[in-house]
């Protein structure tokens, strides 16, 4: 999603967060700063870095889409932090992984 909209305007207003419990989980982090640059930043829970969920959604200009994608954990909060902004509903889009994410990786 980041690579089209950076391809459809070099304009677009868009970062990307993208967080994870360990560096070695970031897959694709390379090729994200190479296609998007600055509009990337990384939070990594093991190196103490979380993203500030409140803030980030105030961040947004009113009108602004938050697309969200994780295990369900991560969703849930996401979509307390939105609803306690009071923006609209249909702003915010989320998708998880192919399973819950309650349950340890192998």
Not at 29 to 55: K, P, W
Not at 59 to 72: A, K, N, T
Request: hydrophobic letters at 40%; proline letters at 3%; a neutral charge.
């Amino acid at each position: 999603m980041a690579s089209a909209l950076r391809r459809s305007s070099a304009e677009a207003n868009f970062r990307l967060l993208y967080a994870c419990r360990r560096r070695q989980d970031l897959a694709f982090a390379d090729e994200l700063q190479n296609c998007i640059g600055h509009r990337l930043q990384t939070f990594i829970d093991e190196e103490g870095a979380r993203i500030d969920l409140d803030a980030e959604i105030a961040r947004l200009c009113p009108g602004g889409e938050f697309y969200v994608c994780g295990p369900i954990g991560m969703l849930e909060a996401a979509k307390r932090h939105w609803q306690r902004s009071g923006r609209p509903v249909d702003q915010m889009r989320f998708e998880t992984f192919g399973n819950s994410g309650r349950f340890a990786s192998g």
